[in-house]
């Protein structure tokens, strides 16, 4: 059975950090891009960064670029995301997906909450 479970969220002031991680399993995890997407209220769900199946390559959301960091430990079948300097403008549920290499795979988790305030 397929399962991305994430956790880590929580509240956090302005300025402050948090790292989600999203456990994986039943699937070849090695085969997969990793991805974290996030969707505030009211707002349709975005890309916030990517890693490669070897963690050999990231990409990330202009909005992100230079406070988030995600990587991944193949050993270990888990991906996360380090979020510094956090603004009220991330908060969101934050989302694990998996994308397979080569064919049409897609996998969601169920989200975390993260909540940015004072």
């Known amino acids: 059975q397929v399962q991305l479970v994430e956790s880590g969220g929580g509240l956090v002031q302005p300025g402050g950090s948090l790292r989600l991680s999203c456990a994986a399993s039943?699937?070849?995890?090695?085969?997969?891009?990793m991805s974290w997407y996030r969707q505030a209220p009211g707002k349709e769900r975005e890309l916030v960064a990517t890693i490669t199946s070897d963690g050999g390559s990231t990409n990330y959301a202009d909005s992100v670029k230079g406070r988030f960091t995600i990587s991944r430990d193949n050993a270990k079948n888990m991906v996360y995301l380090q979020m510094n300097s956090l603004k009220p403008e991330d908060a969101a549920r934050y989302y694990c997906n998996a994308r397979h290499m080569y064919v049409t795979l897609i996998y969601w988790g169920k989200g975390t909450l993260v909540t940015v305030s004072s």
């Open positions: 039943g699937f070849t995890f090695n085969m997969y891009g």
